[in-house]
């Protein structure tokens, strides 16, 4: 690890009360002796204690020019975040006070941070595991209340604790089938077959398929679910967005292809962030524009999470609706019958020649009808409980990439232990299977995907 001092400013450049220049290394403290003098000068910064902050003046290190009043704040190692020492100066907030206390820095020898820098230093002094490290950039990226929960259950590292259980406990197996190996000539070792297959079985195989269980809703909570508007022109898809942004964002008008492009607006539900995307009516047409258009929501609905296939519920259907049917296939999607405020109580609504596998919901995307029911449905149809605590879910895919590999070795590992006593592959499927766990946690883990992992920190974190 490089162990320059490094300094940045860890908020937001802008307007603003308070902004923190932030300083770690070896030559912390050392650095700001020159230019920051204490209101009562007695108080010599190489004699305070860690967790002390000092009043007093930062002062140009050349002509000696007052530069703003600041609170410094001391926090030495090993009991920092870093777990080097740390120095932050709270000046006041805008961009020209804390860039002329970061270029005095620099002039004195210190080096810009390079973003992410001061949690690396983190991870890599062993202040923080790797799954803490991505709750910090999930808990940074949060759009929701409920994101952010998610990501500081894992700086909490709550996944951390449980995923050094499992490694324990694939330890302890491994350790009796070794010594199995390495001792059997010298000492009669009954290694217990049958209580190892139990514990694969019984407590870790179904722990790990709960955590991977739990990835669809993590991520759903992190990044957000992907709803595609679909449907032929003028059956109200535009409507329907504007009703659920609360907004006239998309023009709506009668005459069918008013829409040409994929139109995408974010809002939240019940903690969840939805990316809605309107798309063009899907129809025969020659005008290159509209197909331009049409293909478009094509390719919008295969990236698709989920897919809103919305019909005319007070029109018989034509081949347009049919055909977009066949298009859909097994993709998930939900059938939203609208317009149900231009029907009579008797009159009967379009259904489909088979029911959809989700059902219909009836909705009016006029004045707003079913809505409340739509974006229940919303939560439920892409497999997220409303009720679903952040703190049970599993949001980030390299950590369901590596419980997964995991899971698929001890899988092997019953399998083998139930027809064959070698001993010697058992002990290297469960060394692989130590390892995944391994780099869950950042203990054994390839440089480019710590590098991956930084690279999407802000400058000052």
Not at 129 to 152: C, F, K, P, Y
Not at 284 to 310: H, T, V, Y
Not at 432 to 444: A, K, T, V
């Amino acid at each position: 690890m490089n162990t320059d001092t490094i300094a940045a400013i860890a908020t937001p450049l802008g307007t603003g009360g308070i902004s923190i220049v932030k300083i770690s290394g070896p030559k912390a403290v050392e650095s700001v002796i020159p230019i920051f003098w204490p209101r009562n000068p007695k108080r010599a910064l190489d004699q305070l204690a860690s967790q002390t902050m000092v009043y007093g003046h930062i002062h140009d290190l050349h002509n000696g020019d007052l530069i703003d009043e600041v609170l410094l704040t001391i926090l030495r190692a090993p009991r920092s975040f870093t777990g080097e020492d740390i120095v932050e100066i709270n000046c006041h907030g805008g961009p020209q006070v804390t860039t002329a206390i970061l270029d005095i820095l620099v002039k004195s020898g210190l080096r810009l941070a390079e973003p992410g820098e001061f949690t690396r230093r983190a991870f890599l002094n062993g202040r923080m595991n790797l799954t803490q490290v991505e709750g910090t950039i999930d808990l940074i990226h949060a759009r929701t209340r409920r994101a952010a929960r998610l990501g500081s259950q894992l700086i909490a590292n709550g996944l951390g604790v449980e995923i050094r259980r499992l490694r324990q406990t694939v330890i302890e197996i491994r350790s009796l089938i070794e010594a199995s190996i390495d001792f059997d000539d010298e000492i009669e070792i009954n290694l217990p077959l049958d209580s190892i297959r139990d514990q694969i079985r019984d407590q870790l195989i179904p722990a790990l398929q709960e955590l991977v269980s739990k990835y669809q809703s993590g991520r759903i909570i992190r990044e957000g679910l992907r709803v595609v508007l679909a449907g032929k022109p003028n059956v109200g898809k535009s409507s329907l967005m504007n009703q659920l942004l609360n907004q006239e964002r998309v023009i709506v008008s009668e005459v069918p292809g008013t829409t040409r492009d994929t139109i995408e607006e974010g809002l939240e539900i019940d903690g969840i962030p939805i990316l809605i995307c309107d798309t063009a009516g899907l129809s025969d047409s020659n005008d290159p524009i509209e197909r331009l258009g049409q293909k478009r929501s094509l390719e919008a609905i295969e990236k698709a999470d989920l897919i809103l296939f919305m019909i005319d519920g007070s029109q018989p259907l034509d081949d347009s609706d049919y055909g977009l049917v066949e298009f859909l296939g097994e993709r998930f999607h939900l059938v939203l019958r609208n317009k149900i405020d231009l029907l009579q109580d008797e009159d009967p609504l379009t259904c489909l020649k088979r029911t959809p596998t989700e059902g219909y919901l009836d909705i009016s995307a006029l004045n707003g009808q079913g809505l409340d029911g739509l974006k229940k449905r919303l939560l439920s149809a892409a497999g997220v409980d409303e009720r679903a605590d952040a703190e049970a879910c599993l949001p980030n895919l390299r950590q369901k990439i590596l419980l997964n590999m995991a899971l698929s070795v001890l899988s092997g590992v019953l399998d083998k232990s139930e027809t064959t006593v070698d001993f010697e592959t058992l002990a290297i499927d469960l060394k692989d299977c130590e390892r995944y766990f391994n780099q869950i946690l950042g203990d054994d883990v390839e440089q480019d995907v710590l590098d991956e992992i930084f690279n999407r920190f802000c400058i000052g974190k």
